[in-house]
């Protein structure tokens, strides 16, 4: 009886079929609270650009600095099919992150069937869960332009699958496949720059596991060195077209060499997605996250790194193939990460950049498997239990502050009512809510007035401008507005943990042809000029919006 059990759950776990439903129904059911969410900030601009184009601007990419058509195949796609359908994007994106997750279950149970070795029962489904469920993994998931995010790891996990049916069939159309599905990832996501060193890894531990030289050479040539040769087509056609050898950020930003803030950021990310951290404390973050920033640290850091990869590299050979996985979900963490460790690593909010780490969890996965296999069978799946517990239950608390950012940004889209006005000018809006944007914009007046447009669907044809923007915490945050002379008004909030936004990031003092603004901390001063005298000022609190107006027989004695 016992055996007939056991062999049923075996024949469950290995139905595709199955498999791929119960993750997609997990995905679904976990995603469901942040449906509506996510049509904010670039996708708002990529529905200029899109409304705009034609299928004919996917090959320059709409004017983008970067060679992502295969992005804009899909993206450009999905939004002449969709619009603006919110649900119609949940269902999307939801199905794609599944999909994902079933291609890591399919390559953690090949990988074992391959390099000889076996987890714990149950744990390429674990892996898999670890993806779709990770709390990192939302910003991907709910913001409806990173789709080039999840097409990256299932063009990785692809590659890798490919791979190991190649390892075990000899059959050359695997490796054509594989080759095909490299060209197609280049056009997706930069990250895609360091699959080839990833797969080289993958290489070299498979041939010292079979202690042959002939198979490292022979793999060498039929997977790592066409790979390379792709890329490198790829970064000559970005220097023949773009000017430059990588798109997107810039070469400036990609290629530079700051190795210790590289090393530090690389424990950053891996602490950030084994321990949760951003989910901790202020005080705690900080400890932990600006330490890692000091140079005598990061120095340390990075000196730690490279004496692990010599160890790893002399004693690779003698180490048993359970360790030997460990190291390659560990270092292909490490590498996928590599491509972002020099840009700058949030941690104060809750979701900025998460989309950096998504594709890196892929291999994490596999490295936890490994650390889980090593406990204790009587424990094993205690310990599994509260860790994907743990995981669900930050995932849905960054699930429900998306919840909790979109009824703030339809809300106010609602309470808009001033459209008969010539020029408005915005006091206080949220710019983002505990690091979720909402009406966050750069090199524009007014982020509001794009999305009135474009989501709205109802244009404010007069001038807008935001003086400030700030981060909301809770959906009771606000201002308040009070005249502190003629020509001159106080913006205050009107409660702590706040601090204002300019132009994507933390503001300063300017001023323009239309007012003068002082940041003074808790609040700021705005002096109008004469040209803004007769504008219409408004501003947030809580979920509406009010109107302020200047009192024409204002005195010192009414409260300046």
């Known amino acids: 009886m016992a055996a007939g059990r056991e062999q049923f759950g075996k024949n469950l776990l290995s139905n595709p079929y199955l498999i791929f439903g119960f993750l997609w129904i997990v995905a679904m059911i976990t995603f469901f609270p942040a449906r509506h969410a996510g049509l ?3 996708f708002i601009g990529w529905q200029e650009a899109y409304d705009q184009g034609t299928w004919v601007d996917i090959i320059h990419c709409f004017g983008y600095k970067g060679m992502h058509q295969v992005l804009h195949l899909f993206f450009y796609a999905f939004y002449r099919l969709l619009g603006t359908n919110a649900i119609g994007w949940y269902v999307l994106f939801t199905t794609f ?19 000889g070795f076996r987890l714990f029962s149950g744990a390429a489904l674990a892996g898999a869960l670890f993806v779709l469920l990770h709390p990192h993994s939302t910003e991907v998931v709910i913001w409806k332009v990173c789709i080039h995010y999840i097409l990256s790891g299932i063009w990785l996990t692809g590659i890798m699958i490919l791979y190991l049916d190649f390892v075990k069939t000899g059959i050359r159309k695997r490796l054509y496949w594989l080759w095909f599905l490299y060209a197609v990832s280049l056009f997706t996501l930069e990250v895609s720059y360091i699959y080839p060193a990833v797969m080289l890894l993958m290489v070299l531990t498979y041939a010292v596991q079979q202690k042959s030289i002939s198979v490292f050479l022979n793999h060498l040539k039929a997977v790592i060195v066409p790979m390379f040769l792709i890329l490198a087509a790829h970064l000559l056609l970005n220097r023949a077209t773009l000017g430059s050898w990588v798109g997107h950020y810039g070469a400036e930003v990609h290629l530079n060499p700051d190795l210790l803030t590289i090393a530090a950021n690389e424990l950053k990310y891996l602490i950030k997605h084994l321990a949760l951290l951003r989910f901790s404390t202020f005080q705690v973050k900080v400890a932990v996250f600006d ?37 390659l979900g560990l270092f292909g963490f490490f590498l996928l990460i590599l491509p972002v460790a020099n840009m700058f690593f949030y941690h104060l909010m809750l979701a900025p950049n998460d989309r950096f780490g998504y594709v890196a969890t892929i291999l994490l996965s596999l490295f936890i498997l490994v650390l889980i296999d090593a406990i204790p069978t009587r424990i094993k799946y205690f310990f599994l239990s509260i860790w994907l517990g743990l995981n ?8 429900h502050a998306w ?25 206080a809006l949220p710019d983002n809510y505990n690091g979720l944007l909402i009406y966050s914009v750069i090199d524009e007046p007014s982020g509001f007035k794009e999305v009135l447009e474009y989501n709205r669907r109802q244009k404010f044809e007069g001038t807008m401008y935001d003086v400030y923007l700030y981060n909301m915490m809770t959906l009771n945050d606000g201002v308040s507005v009070n005249q502190v002379g003629p020509d001159r008004i106080k913006v205050e909030f009107n409660q702590w ?23 003074e901390g808790h609040h700021y001063i705005l002096e109008v000029k004469e040209p803004a005298r007769d504008a219409t000022f408004i501003y947030q609190d809580g979920l509406s919006l009010k109107e302020f107006k200047f009192d024409p027989g204002w005195k010192a004695e009414n409260g300046g």
């Open 40 to 42: 904010v900030y670039d």
């Open 97 to 115: 992150h599944a999909f994902l997750g079933f291609l890591v279950y399919v390559w953690l149970r090949k990988i074992q069937e391959t390099y």
């Open 291 to 327: 330490t890692l920033s000091n140079p005598l640290i990061a120095f340390q850091v990075l000196l730690g790194l490279l004496v692990v990869a010599v160890f790893w590299a002399i004693r690779l050979h003698r180490f048993r193939i359970k360790t030997k996985m460990a190291f």
């Open 392 to 399: 669900i239950y930050f995932q849905q608390k960054l699930v």
């Open 403 to 427: 919840k909790d950012s979109n009824i703030i940004f339809e809300s106010l889209i609602e309470d808009f009512r001033w459209y008969d006005r010539d020029e408005i000018i915005n006091l």
């Open 497 to 519: 943990g706040n601090w204002w936004f300019y132009n994507g990031i933390g503001a300063g003092n300017y001023e323009n042809e239309y007012y003068k603004v002082v940041n």
